[in-house]
């Protein structure tokens, strides 16, 4: 008896089921994490600079850049890396999907259509696994978050850009990212931020909303939101050079002018793009889940069943065309049957 | 005291001059000190053209020396013809009459054409600060607009055309998008031309073809772009095209110097000839200048207008949180050196290449198309060059 006394404390009404946070957690850092993030942008905007950057990995170890030739015959391939990342015992599964040769050739007309697929088949196959008899272990390949980089030499966005995030906001969550922000001045950068935000609510674009901070958090928390709201879409710069400044040694990049320095948040809004990925990597999860797969698998189902309808009707007009094509082929019999009775006739009379 | 263009002339017509043995060299020959700026300008020093010079004179069999000297033939080599004042006489002509630049700015919304083009010729002449009520909007197609000014500095006056190209490589597919600009560029040959063949022809020409059309390229950092590529294998036949690295202050010096070299393997390997080009090096000294621009193409170039103060001086730069980039010190970007090649010492070159050689390319093929008509065969126009000349006559 005084031992339960001591595990529980003795305070009137407590059940204990506020220790379920803790189960959960425990849980979920034995499992793991698992988060797909992909990346899309013209070549030469410092797309994988970026993502080594963020997730201080080098998950492109070999990279080839191809010439101008090989891009002229490619069109836009889908590459998925997977590297686990582990930091204090929790363990996240990383896959990033690069998306080559987007945007690169003279006419992009057609170069969001893999992308679209690659998209899409993730679906089905989380669709057909959540529909399938053993659902023990479904992997979640499914894109949760896709950064946009839009170019900082242009005046706001490009048709290009347009047309990509109006196809592709409703089928997955679009962070839309400056990149190599360091071309810019700090009025530039504002005055570009505020253009893009325009165009993104003129052409009707649905971006990725971070979520409000819940009023029971606490305060820094709900300012770090707010500042992190104000600041979309994230002007960034990427390295992984080490640079000595100040005794320091930093990520940064060497100019003829001065240093840049990827983690100071007056020169860019590098670690406001982390602490948004960090901190809401769930939520992008989630919205994933519950808005985007659910858009899709109603799409999906609904396809199924209007196709079986078709396939009913089909079934019916065949069998009335072989119907009246029966009728005609013995109307055609009847005909040339009364014809040859008439003929030997004509022979015999011998008129 | 010369124009710095003529100066490189100065160096050929002379040197013509002594192998057919008309001219002694004036003893105050070795102290032209414009062409020691031109040289200066492009990295090279005196006594290599002089060297050469030297021996170009001992060749011709001509003693250059302060003494009047006698030779065989008892002719007093004492001659002092005054050719160099037939160069102040252009001087003045030219000054009066003013020059004429048509330059074409082309590449991508955003890339600073507008920017480079007014720090170019530090005056605001390009199309954004000359439109009331400018937007920044893509056009669905590409269209030409050509904005003149004339500026003027000490006592030289010069007509200046900007022609600028909104909505090149801007849209989803930009396939044929360099098609105007071939228009426009061939048709202003076709101005001058009908122009050339008119029987009361005008004393002066006007001259609104393109001497130079400067191609936007940006700092991507890796190759150059199937479009670039297009583009340029389409236009370096019919005009002079002088690439450059645009907003060049996103690369590190390390990272100019890799895309650069790319750059130029990528002309190389696909035979793109920009300007200046290898065939119309005119002697070995031209070659020399042009050698050392071509080793430095293309220049990464930083534009703008707007001043800043740095130790006490006023200078023109852009100022960030990490740095003020100074557009015309050299150790920061080529700007200095984009500006003295167009303008500095080039400019009389550009127009000549064009007039030379584009437009004598252009003209040829012309007359040969309706030359090829009276004899037949299929027609290209719809009035051709000879019907004009024959109804003329």
Not at chain 1, 4 to 27: I, M, S, W
Not at chain 1, 158 to 173: A, G, Q, Y
Not at chain 2, 234 to 246: F, G, H, S
Request: charged share 30%; glycine share 6%; proline share 4%.
């Amino acid at each position: 008896m005084s031992t339960e006394k001591a595990k529980f404390p003795d305070v009137t009404g407590y059940v204990g089921f506020a220790n379920l946070p803790n189960q959960v957690h425990r849980k979920s850092v034995k499992k793991g994490f698992e988060f797909t993030l992909m990346v899309v942008g013209e070549s030469g905007l410092g797309k994988s600079t970026l993502i080594n950057s963020l997730f201080l990995t080098d998950l492109y170890p070999e990279r080839y850049v191809p010439g101008a030739a090989e891009k002229i015959e490619r069109t836009v391939q889908i590459e998925a890396s997977t590297v686990e990342i582990e930091e204090r015992g929790v363990k996240l599964r990383l896959t990033v999907v690069d998306t080559p040769g987007y945007g690169d050739a003279i006419n992009s007309q057609d170069c969001f259509r893999p992308i679209i697929q690659y998209i899409d088949n993730q679906f089905e196959r989380y669709l057909h696994d959540e529909s399938g008899l053993n659902r023990r272990h479904i992997v979640d390949n499914r894109v949760h978050c896709c950064f946009y980089f839009i170019s900082p030499f242009g005046h706001g966005l490009k048709p290009l850009d347009v047309e990509f995030m109006k196809t592709i906001h409703s089928k997955v969550n679009i962070v839309p990212v400056i990149a190599k922000a360091d071309t810019l001045t700090l009025r530039e950068r504002e005055r570009l931020k505020r253009r893009i935000l325009d165009e993104i609510t003129e052409h009707g674009i649905r971006i990725y909303q971070l979520p409000d901070a819940d009023s029971d958090e606490d305060e820094e928390f709900k300012e770090q939101t707010m500042i992190l709201k104000a600041s979309v879409p994230f002007a960034v710069i990427g390295s992984n050079q080490l640079i000595e400044v100040k005794g320091k040694k930093i990520r940064g990049r060497l100019y003829p002018w001065g240093v840049v320095e990827v983690e100071n948040p007056e020169h860019n809004d590098f670690l406001k793009l982390r602490t948004m990925l960090v901190t809401h990597m769930q939520d992008l999860q989630e919205v994933t889940q519950d808005l985007h797969y659910e858009n899709f698998r109603s799409e999906r189902l609904k396809r199924v069943g209007r196709d079986v309808e078709d396939e009913t009707v089909d079934k019916d007009k065949i069998l009335l065309q072989k119907e009246a094509e029966l009728r005609r082929m013995q109307e055609m019999i009847a005909q040339m049957q009364a014809q040859m009775r008439m003929k030997p006739a004509d022979n015999g009379d011998g008129h | 005291r010369h124009t710095l263009t003529l100066s490189a002339h100065i160096i050929t017509t002379v040197t013509a001059g002594l192998q057919s043995g008309a001219v002694n060299v004036p003893a105050g020959f070795e102290k032209e000190d414009s062409i020691h700026k031109t040289l200066d300008n492009l990295g090279l020093e005196l006594k290599d053209v002089k060297t050469n010079m030297a021996e170009r004179m001992q060749e011709a069999g001509v003693v250059c020396s302060g003494d009047y000297k006698k030779d065989g033939t008892g002719r007093d080599l004492f001659g002092y013809v005054g050719i160099e004042a037939v160069l102040d006489q252009m001087r003045r002509k030219a000054m009066k009459t003013g020059f004429e630049f048509n330059i074409m700015v082309v590449g991508e919304s955003g890339l600073g054409k507008s920017t480079l083009v007014n720090t170019l010729f530090k005056s605001k002449v390009s199309r954004k600060s000359c439109t009331p009520n400018f937007t920044e909007k893509i056009p669905r197609t590409v269209e030409l607009q050509t904005i003149s000014h004339v500026i003027e500095e000490k006592g030289v006056k010069m007509n200046l055309t900007v022609i600028d190209t909104p909505g090149f490589g801007d849209q989803i597919n930009n396939e044929n998008c360099w098609e105007p600009i071939v228009k426009y560029i061939n048709e202003q040959y076709e101005k001058y031309l009908r122009e050339e063949i008119n029987i009361n022809r005008k004393k002066r020409i006007p001259d609104t073809r393109v001497h130079c059309c400067v191609y936007f390229v940006p700092p991507t950092g890796h190759w150059l772009r199937p479009l670039d590529i297009e583009f340029m294998n389409r236009l370096d036949k019919i005009v002079n095209i002088v690439p450059v690295i645009a907003k060049a202050d996103t690369l590190t010096l390390d990272e100019r110097r890799d895309f650069k070299q790319r750059i130029r393997q990528d002309l190389r390997n696909y035979s793109i000839n920009v300007y200046p080009q290898t065939e119309f090096d005119e002697d070995p000294e031209d070659k020399l200048l042009n050698d050392t621009v071509r080793e430095k193409i293309p220049f990464a170039v930083v534009g703008t207008d707007q001043e800043h103060q740095v130790n006490g001086k006023k200078i023109l730069g852009r100022k960030t949180k990490w740095g003020i980039i100074e557009v015309e010190n050299g150790a920061h970007c080529e700007f200095a050196n984009l500006r003295d090649l167009l303008i500095r010492s080039h400019l009389q070159d550009l127009k000549d290449v064009t007039h030379k050689i584009h437009y004598e390319t252009y003209r040829v093929r012309r007359l040969n198309e309706s030359n090829g008509i009276s004899k037949g065969l299929p027609k290209g126009n719809n009035l051709t060059v000879k019907e004009d000349v024959e109804n003329n006559l």
